[in-house]
Structure formats: structure tokens, C-alpha cells
């Protein structure tokens, strides 16, 4: 089976700085891969490059078999930033139409979307507010909400659930399972080990590198080890060890 | 379809933006109507300070509009001056006229100066004339046989018109038609480059890119949307100067709210393509003195003869050389459609070339 996302070798360099060092990456349709690491390893660089957003200095990046970047697969991908990025000047209303009349979606598609997106992050009540009044958590969900309002095949979120407190992050977490039922693909990036768990598959990101990758039971019993934070810290020391007898 | 959901979005966010609004709608006219009082308020009458001068030229110098302060005897010049308030002091000290300028407005100087100069050649030509008629007279009585033919001189008369203008134009009158698009360009460059400033610097251009979104969707937005409502600021500015202060206008009300609309459309495209170049408010605001305040040098205020050769090439650098040009001719010198066309098509083509650059710069952002 193809893979709907498809990294070979691809290395970004801002400068001279190298963010990221030959990525190898494969997420097949239907799976929450998790993308995680500690900040400042590389995961926003990398899932940008995945949107289309940067380019990669070397290397490919396929996407539903198709060449990033290409603007037909944006209409399939729904990207939540990890910063918000939204106008604050208008309101949560007006926002999600705004990025809803972007993508190509008839009137009562779109109105319903709205909806639908607006309630699974609990904020139908506050749709009429102005963003500007809302709190760190409410402009979450909304950046989320807007992820979701052209219902894309795949869905890449960057650290969706930084801010959220715990219980909406339990309903959060709910639908992207969910989600995935419906057969939907789904990229996460996240630096809370216990979200990795819920993920099919994994790749640990640091300094730019994958260290080790594999679903959350493979990696265990690989090392030996029962939380996934050990897994963590131990291939990053074993890639220590390597780099140094290199 | 993309293009018309931007729109509407810098539309509400406008509306919303009440501050903007107002200073996009209000501040030029403010402004405008302020230079209007101060540049075409009549200059107050020169105050002279007068010693010793004879009968004939004191007439002489009340004839020329001139506040004449007689004294009979003078200290020092400088202490009178300060203490009458005076623009000049004239002394009459035997065969020898000293004229003291306070000279603190030169315009006013030269002008008292040149007042002064008319009336004493005035009263010499008369003393002349007088002189002369005397010495006909003279020759007359020792020789009554001879023939004297001596006609009078009579002085041509004068009458002055004006190809442009007519006696009472003032400098605002020709300063204004350039003040008009200055402040239209000015303003839309202000408000449409901070407008995409701010989606540059809240990150939400940048997220915009993750969507189907294509770039030249993006300028057109920004375009159509800022554009909507610098119609709106030029047809009012245009309107306030022409109906409400009065601005001389002898071409036709249109083809100056064409020029001024093209001059938007200029100062828009030059707004947000330098956004790009800025990471603040602040920096954007830098772009003022290097991008817009020269502009204002080449509009005609200044005159274009009279610069050296590579100013003149510069100034074929300037959007505002072209629609300040324009607007005098229209506004001040009654020139139709025809005699403008050129001016409007380089503004178009300044239009033209930065609707590219502006997607080009937009690459920055994604590649495609
Ligand atoms: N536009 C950029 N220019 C220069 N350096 C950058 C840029 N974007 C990211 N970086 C650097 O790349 C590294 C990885 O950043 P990032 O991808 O945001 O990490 P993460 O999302 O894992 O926290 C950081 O060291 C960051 O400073
Ligand atoms: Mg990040």
C-alpha cells in the first residue's frame, strides 16, 4: 500500500544551521503518527515543509502521491499551526468562514462545517465574540476548529493541545480518534509523552534526527523499558554513544 | 472566489477599525483645510518707519501698500524696529536714503524692498517730468519765434491676463491640486501596507499559505479591498477641496478623481509591496521619509526646470511627479483628458510593474 505522506531524505537548513538531518518518513493513510520531540528539535520545520509551507533544502516530499508543494492538496490537508494565527479583529464566526470561503465548499456545506467544527471544540457559544477577548485555550480550539472545517483527508496539527486543559484535551483527543475512524490520516506533533501513547505510530525527533521510530509497543519492548519517556531519553543516549565512537 | 472572501474580510476588519477609518477619511481634510487658511491668508501690510523723506515720496509709498510710520527724528533704526514693530526703517539723511530691513521674513523683505525701490524711481520720474516741462517752458519764453514740439510722453497703459490663473490666484491654488494627491497617496500608502503588515506579523499570511490559496488571490484581495475604500477617501478629499474650501478648478471634477484614483491604486501596491520589507509598525513608518516624503519634492511644488539633470531623472522615478503634473494641469490649468493621458499611463504602468513584484515577493512565503 502507498503511504499518504512520504518523506526521502529530506535535510533543511536555515544558514547554516541544519534544523533537519536526512528525514525518512512514512505515515500510511488511516494512522495518527506522532511526531514528537522536545521543542526546538525540528517538528514545526518539518511538518511545514510537509504543507508545503517551506521547502525542503534537499529531498521529497510526497503527499497523496503528489509533489509538495501543489495547491490542489491543500484542499485535502488541514494544518493547525502551532502559534495561533488568527484575526483578532473579527470573531470566532468570522473566522472560520473566512478560512471556509478559502477552500472550495458550496453555501450550506460551508454553514454547516461551521458548525459542526465550531461545537466539537465547544465554542458555539462564544462564535460571536471577537477573538481578541478570547483566552489562550479558546484560540486553540478555534485554530483547531478551522483545521477541520473543509473535512481534509489529512490532518497535520502542530502541538493541537498546548493550553487545553485536561478535559477538553481527553475530547480532543476523542475526535482525532474518531477521525481516524472515518479513515482519515493524521499527523501530531506533541513534546507530552503520554499523547505519544495514543499514537499508531512514532518517530522521535531530536536535534533535527529521528533517533527511533515505530509504534509505541514496538519501541517498549525494544528497549526494554515501559514509558515511552525512557525510550526517549535512552535512544537519545544510545545515539550519543554512537555519534561519539563515529 | 478566493479573492472576494479577502475582500470581504479587510472590509469588516476596516469597518471595525474606527481609528484608521477616521484618519484615512478625516486627516486629509483636516490637514488640507489648515494649509488652506495659512498659505492663502492675505500677508498682513508691510510696516515702514519713515525720517526725514520728502512730502512726494511719503504719497508715493502709501500708494503701494504700505503701512507708513512717519517719526521726526530718529535714534537708532535697530531700536525703532524692535519696539514699533516694524518690517523697515527708511532715512532720508541729506542726499543719501538709508533703507533698514528687519528681514526676519524674507519674502516680506524682498517685498518691502521692492515696494520702496518702486515708489522713489515713481517720484524721480515725476520730478523729471516736471523738470522738464520747466525747461520747456524756459526756452519757450527766450525764444518765442521757435516752433517747440515736445509731446508729452504718455504712459502706455497697462493691462495684465493670465494664461493660467487670474490676478487673484495665490500659491495654494497651485500647490493644492499636488496637496490633493499627495495626501490620497500618502494615506492609502499608510493604511493598505500596515494592513498587510499586520497578517505578516500575527502570522495568519503565513497560515494562509496552508491554504489552496494562490498569491495573486492574495494582491488582488489586498487590492480590491484597500482599494474600495481609497475610492472612497479620494472622492471625498476630491469633493471637500473642490465644493467645500473652494480649490480652483477649471478642468473637469472626473478626470481629477481619475488621476487621484490612479495615484491610489500606485500608493496601495507600493504600500504592501514594502511591507514586505518591514517587521514592525515602526519600520514601516521609516519607509515614510525615504519612499513618500521625496515624492512630494518632484510633484511641481518645487520647479523641475530648475533642478540638475539627474534630479530630473529621479524624478521620472516618482509616481507623484506624474499625478501631481496631472493634477495641475487639470485643476489648474483646465487641461482636458488628452493632455493627461500619458501622465495616467505611466501611473499605470508604476500599477503594473508592483502587482508583479508584490507576487513576487509574496514567494517568500510558498514557492507556488
Ligand atoms: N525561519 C527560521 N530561521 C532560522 N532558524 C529557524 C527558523 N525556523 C526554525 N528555526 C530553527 O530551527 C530549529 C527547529 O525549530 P522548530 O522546527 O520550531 O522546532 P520545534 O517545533 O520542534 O520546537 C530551532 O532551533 C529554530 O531556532
Ligand atoms: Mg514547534
Known amino acids: 500500500m502507498t503511504s499518504t505522506i512520504e518523506l526521502i531524505q529530506v535535510s533543511k537548513s536555515f544558514g547554516k544551521k541544519n534544523v533537519l538531518k536526512a528525514i525518512n518518513i512514512k505515515v500510511d493513510a488511516g494512522q495518527i503518527f506522532g511526531l514528537i520531540g522536545p521543542s526546538g528539535s525540528g517538528k514545526t520545520t518539518l511538518v511545514k515543509i510537509i504543507v508545503g509551507m517551506d521547502q525542503p533544502s534537499t529531498g521529497q516530499v510526497q503527499v497523496l502521491n503528489t509533489q509538495v508543494p501543489n495547491l490542489k492538496l491543500l484542499q485535502s490537508i488541514g494544518y493547525m499551526a502551532q502559534a495561533d494565527a488568527l484575526y483578532n479583529d473579527l470573531t470566532g464566526q468570522e473566522n472560520l468562514a473566512f478560512f471556509a470561503s478559502l477552500y472550495k465548499l458550496s453555501k450550506e456545506v460551508k454553514k454547516e462545517r461551521i458548525a459542526y467544527a465550531a461545537n466539537l471544540v465547544e465554542l458555539t457559544p462564544h462564535l460571536s465574540k471577537k477573538v481578541l477577548n478570547y483566552s489562550g485555550g479558546m484560540k486553540r480550539r478555534l485554530s483547531l476548529a478551522i483545521a477541520l472545517i473543509h473535512d481534509p483527508q489529512i490532518l497535520i496539527l502542530d502541538e493541537p493541545t498546548v493550553g487545553i486543559d485536561p478535559e477538553l484535551r481527553k475530547s480532543i483527543w476523542a475526535e482525532i480518534v474518531r477521525l481516524k475512524s472515518e479513515g482519515k490520516t493524521i499527523l501530531i506533533t506533541t513534546h507530552v509523552m503520554d499523547e505519544a501513547e495514543k499514537c499508531d505510530q512514532l518517530a522521535m525527533v531530536r536535534d533535527g534526527e529521528i533517533i527511533s521510530n515505530g509504534s509505541p509497543a514496538t519501541l517498549k519492548s525494544h528497549y526494554n523499558i515501559n514509558s515511552l519517556e525512557e525510550v526517549f531519553l535512552k535512544a537519545g543516549g544510545e545515539k550519543d554513544e554512537n555519534n561519539r565512537i563515529s | ?368
Open chain 2, 1 to 368: 472566489m478566493r479573492t472576494i472572501a479577502l475582500v470581504k474580510r479587510v472590509c469588516i476588519q476596516m469597518v471595525r477599525d474606527k481609528r484608521t477609518l477616521a484618519l484615512m477619511m478625516v486627516a486629509p481634510l483636516v490637514i488640507l483645510t489648515l494649509l488652506h487658511f495659512l498659505i492663502s491668508s492675505d500677508p498682513n501690510t508691510p510696516r515702514l518707519g519713515v525720517n526725514g523723506a520728502e512730502e512726494s515720496l511719503i504719497d508715493e509709498l502709501k500708494e503701494k501698500e504700505l503701512k507708513v510710520i512717519q517719526f521726526d527724528q530718529l535714534k537708532s533704526p535697530n531700536q525703532l524696529i524692535k519696539v514699533k514693530d516694524l518690517d523697515g526703517v527708511l532715512q532720508m539723511e541729506g542726499d543719501q536714503l538709508n533703507l533698514t530691513l528687519t528681514n526676519d521674513d524674507p519674502s516680506k523683505a524682498k517685498l518691502l524692498q521692492t515696494k520702496v525701490m518702486q515708489a522713489i524711481s515713481t517720484v524721480n520720474a515725476k520730478e523729471q517730468a516736471t523738470n522738464l516741462a520747466h525747461f520747456v517752458e524756459d526756452i519757450a519764453q527766450q525764444q518765442p519765434n521757435a516752433p517747440i514740439n515736445l509731446n508729452q510722453i504718455k504712459m502706455p497703459e497697462m493691462s495684465t491676463s493670465y494664461i493660467y490663473g487670474n490676478s487673484e490666484t495665490t500659491f495654494f491654488d497651485q500647490l493644492s491640486p499636488i496637496l490633493v494627491g499627495f495626501f490620497v497617496f500618502f494615506f492609502v500608502f499608510l493604511i493598505s501596507g500596515i494592513g498587510l503588515l499586520r497578517e505578516r506579523t500575527t502570522g495568519t499570511l503565513d497560515r494562509l499559505m496552508a491554504t489552496p490559496i494562490q498569491r495573486k488571490d492574495i494582491v488582488f484581495g489586498y487590492l480590491i479591498g484597500y482599494g474600495l475604500f481609497a475610492i472612497i477617501q479620494t472622492i471625498i478629499v476630491v469633493f471637500y477641496a473642490t465644493k467645500v474650501l473652494d480649490i480652483m478648478l477649471i478642468g473637469s471634477l472626473w478626470n481629477v478623481i481619475l488621476i487621484n484614483l490612479a495615484l491610489a491604486l500606485v500608493a496601495l501596491l507600493l504600500g504592501i509591496l514594502l511591507s514586505a520589507f518591514a517587521n514592525s509598525e515602526f519600520q514601516m513608518m521609516q519607509f515614510i521619509p525615504i519612499a513618500i516624503v521625496p515624492q512630494v519634492f518632484f510633484a511641481g511644488i518645487l520647479p523641475f526646470e530648475g533642478m540638475p539633470d539627474w534630479m530630473q531623472i529621479v524624478a521620472k522615478f516618482m509616481p507623484m511627479y506624474y499625478g501631481g503634473n496631472a493634477l495641475v494641469d487639470v485643476m489648474y490649468k483646465g487641461f482636458g483628458l488628452n493632455d493627461i493621458k500619458n501622465e495616467l499611463f505611466v501611473l499605470l504602468g508604476f500599477a503594473l510593474i508592483f502587482i508583479v513584484l508584490n507576487i513576487v515577493a509574496l514567494k517568500k512565503y510558498r514557492k507556488i
